[in-house]
């Protein structure tokens, strides 16, 4: 691999943009690289859960044509995804998609699938209307990881065969007084804006470029030749895909609500009455918000300072 180009690979396009490559471990294009995105989302977590009561939590939906039912009887949560290896919440799916990935493995090649991720009680409101749109920021945020070739969200592509009646989402009065939809195609954004439901994503994943079986290619300097990869290369990315995913969710809602805030209000914790919640002014507003409720610190402390 040290002159040959790895079909699929990024080492043609970054020889071609940068004149150099990085061989061992795929460099900038490795999955490597997403490990601060995922340490960076741990407290962007916080920040939501602690915000909105907001959970993520994705799960590996497909694997190559092994596919999990479209209803697992409930919300899936971190502890059903975590029991398998596979990363999928539904036993049976996940049996069969270990079996797969490993009769794959045995071959020397590659499988892709899906990574459906879901955001619950994530506020309304969140995202903009044209370029800033919520759906395009998750897009650009997932679509940036290593592998990643396609997204969806709500319905996605399978809302094409479906009419105007039967997709759109019906509008109700919940108990609590909350404008709700009794499906959710949207998932959870209208018009680039945040609705107040589940925001479900779906990305898809190719296969793993690198892998044992003999393939055509070229040289750096232009000359055919084959290739076979070395090494322990992944047979399927898509367990190890489903905490970047959620990762890229989570750096994408909270930068959302920082925006949401720095221009249409201040940030609110439920357990602080100086922050108002969504949609209300706040009590310093329009002036300026004193710096010992911002730093939570003593007034008169505050003055020494400020």
Known sequence: MGQAYRPSHSDATYD???GMRAIAGGGRSSARETIARVAGAAVAKQILRMYCGCEIVGYVKQVQDVKMPEDVGGIV??????ASIARCPHPETSDRMIARIDQIRKTGNSVGGVVECVATHVPPGLGSPVFDKLEAD?????????????????SGF???FLTGIEHNDEFFVAEDGRVRTRTNRSGGVQGGVSNGEPIVIRVAFKPTSTIGKLQNTVTRDGKPTQLRGKGRHDPCVLPRAVPIVEAMVALTLVDALATHHAQ?????????PNFPPLGQKPKHYPGRVPPHILLNIDEE???DDY
Do not use: N, W
């Open 16 to 18: 071609a943009k940068y």
């Open 77 to 82: 949560t971190l502890e059903m995804v975590e």
């Open 138 to 154: 998750l897009a650009k945020a997932c679509m940036s990881l290593p592998a990643a070739k396609g997204f969806e969200i709500g």
């Open 158 to 160: 399978d809302g094409v």
């Open 264 to 272: 249409c209000g201040l940030l609110h914790f439920p357990d602080d």
């Open 301 to 303: 402390d505050a003055k």
